[in-house]
């Protein structure tokens, strides 16, 4: 098989029964179309057997995660091409003709993504991908079309290809022979970063990612953490942390965590003083508590691979504060 989208569900039943049917009908001529199922108690497969009896179910025998969920189901999966799909996903018609092309046109090229938008509001970007993924020095993620708390309108400024940071998990087309070249998804992560992780140590293989605008999908996002959730906090900032940990040189990595230590706390008294935000407090903190406290079991893995996978030189964090450029653009100048 050459290639195969695989949708990782947990407790999603509603999800796949609003979003599936697109898959299928632009996807299935394409592609093996598979739900790996994460232990859901919702009746998603009892859903599933009923109304799409063909597609192909991986059961798990628990929560997995996102990271490790999908490192346990592509093992079951022989494909050229694994499509990491989430299940809150609206694809188009000829969504994955034009990423499938580009990987066939590109050996040096180990993963890609559309352009993601918003399901809620269909000419906007879509925070979680927007058109590709980009570290800034000191490991903040953002994208082309979302920076921080700004998420543009898509009005075709990013529509050409491009070599990005990071492509987003809720829509990634990878190479099978490079997914296992790094080992997968790292699963402690348990979610949130992972994919970041995953490409940060691809790019250092020498591996190349990309953003592909001529495929357009649609994306719900939050589907199971939504946004302000504390668990989602803790995820993000500990997840954040290990993978600096895990993919930054040395002398590079101690600079970085001393200036990241104060940008947390300023964070984190942020959400309690100005937003009387407890929970979200609590969750950096704990996050920082248990990156103390686990990584030394990760550091023997980093730095591998030779090549290298600058950060941008800038912070976002002042650029969007202090010189109020709000925009992927902006900060390009």
């Not at 940990?245 to 970085?256: F, G, I, Q, W």
């Not at 903190?285 to 600058?310: C, E, I, M, N, V």
């Amino acid at each position: 098989m050459k290639t195969a989208i695989v949708i990782l569900n947990w407790n999603g039943q509603a999800m796949l029964a609003e979003y599936l049917p697109t898959v299928l009908s632009y996807s299935q001529d394409d592609a093996e179309v598979i739900v790996a199922d994460n232990a859901s108690t919702d009746g998603s497969l009892a859903w599933l057997h009923e109304h799409y009896p063909h597609v192909r179910i991986i059961r798990l025998d628990r929560n997995y995660g996102f990271a490790e969920g999908y490192n346990k189901a592509l093992h079951e999966v022989e494909a050229d091409y694994y499509v990491l799909l989430n299940s809150d996903v609206l694809v188009t018609h000829h969504w994955l003709t034009p990423l499938v092309e580009f990987m066939d046109a590109h050996p040096d090229c180990a993963a890609v993504q559309p352009k993601l938008r918003a399901v809620a509001r269909r000419e906007a970007f879509e925070y979680a991908g927007a058109a590709g993924g980009y570290l800034d020095r000191y490991g903040y993620p953002f994208c082309r079309g979302r920076v921080l708390e700004t998420v543009e309108d898509d009005n075709g400024q990013y529509d050409y290809p491009t070599e990005v940071h990071w492509t987003t998990g809720a829509c990634m087309v990878v190479r099978s022979a490079d997914y296992w070249l790094v080992g997968g998804l790292d699963g402690r992560f348990f979610a949130h970063q992972e994919e970041i992780d995953f490409c940060w140590r691809l790019r250092r293989q020498g591996r190349r990612l990309f953003c592909i605008p001529d495929s357009i999908v649609y994306h719900v996002g939050g589907g199971t953490l939504p946004k302000g959730n504390p668990r989602k906090t803790f995820l993000n900032f500990r997840n954040n942390l290990t993978m600096l940990y895990k993919n930054l040189p040395e002398d590079e990595l101690r600079h970085v965590l001393r200036v990241r230590f104060w940008l947390d706390w300023l964070a984190a008294f942020e959400t309690l003083l100005l937003h009387g935000k407890w929970q979200d407090f609590r969750a950096i903190f704990q996050a920082r508590l248990a990156f103390r406290r686990w990584r030394k079991d990760f550091r023997q893995t980093a730095p591998q691979g030779t090549a290298s996978a600058p950060l941008k030189p800038y912070v976002i964090l002042w650029r969007y504060y202090a010189k109020r450029q709000r925009t992927f653009s902006d900060m390009e100048k």
